[in-house]
């Protein structure tokens, strides 16, 4: 079974330049997360699907950042315009929630650099 | 949320046990403990969780203290491929922050052959 798929693995884009991010998780999940991970530290989330929903995205800077998951299935992040600072590794993950008593599934991320 | 506090790193041997300690001491009632692995150039990779009773799986054990305020990932036989960046995380059961998977800074585990 294929697991989390990001695209693209990496980007390279000039300031102000939008950038899009698109993620298709495991078949079946209903819970998809974005995070980004600068480099020496861990993952930080920006937002939290459930199904089409998005239950958590207080992380999220809504001034330049949007996400979407139409259908609950695929999900996209967008960047609109990129910062220097936005550089940085963004991963996706998927999750079945049963409770809390489930993993989650992560993509291998997109390396976003902005110059 | 409640917060955990792990060594920054710590080295071991090939094939020898490595114990990874994580002090949570402010875990509530119905705070699951998970552990994720993330080796370079990768997403992180779910390793293992428990609630109260310690726990094994395929990959390490759990060793969940009785006040639940710590809890210890033991890699039984550590192999080069174990040499990664190890989170341990409080996933809230309730409240505003359900389900949430917070990371912190992890420890870097170092395996010698």
Not at chain 1, 12 to 27: G, L, R
Not at chain 1, 91 to 98: F, P, Q, T, Y
Not at chain 2, 13 to 29: A, F, R
Not at chain 2, 83 to 104: E, W
Request: with cysteine; charged share 20%; glycine share 8%.
């Amino acid at each position: 079974e294929a697991g989390v798929v990001q695209s693209p693995r990496y980007k390279i884009i000039e300031k102000k330049q939008p950038v899009a991010f698109w993620c298709n998780p495991i078949s079946g999940h209903n819970t998809l997360y974005w995070y980004r991970q600068n480099l020496g530290q861990g993952p930080e989330l920006l937002i939290r699907y459930e199904n089409e929903e998005a239950v958590d995205d207080s992380q999220l800077p809504k001034d330049r950042f949007s996400a979407e998951r139409l259908k609950g299935v695929d999900s996209t992040l967008k960047i609109q315009p990129a910062e220097l600072g936005d550089s940085a590794v963004y991963l996706c993950a998927s999750s079945l929630e049963i409770g809390l008593n489930t993993e989650a599934f992560f993509g291998q991320g997109t390396r976003l650099t902005v110059v | 949320d409640a917060k955990t506090t792990q060594p920054n790193s710590m080295e071991s041997n090939e094939e020898e046990p490595v114990h990874l300690p994580c002090n949570h001491s402010t875990i509530s009632g119905t705070d699951y403990i998970h552990w994720y692995r993330q080796l370079p150039s990768q997403g992180p990779e779910y390793v293992i969780h428990g609630l109260t009773s310690n726990v094994n799986n395929r990959m390490a054990s759990l060793a969940i203290a009785e006040d639940r305020k710590s809890s210890t990932l033991i890699l039984h036989r550590a192999t080069l491929r174990d040499a990664a960046v190890y989170y341990c995380i409080l996933r809230p059961a309730g409240g505003t922050s359900y389900g949430k998977l917070t990371f912190g800074q992890g420890t870097i585990l170092t395996v010698h052959p």
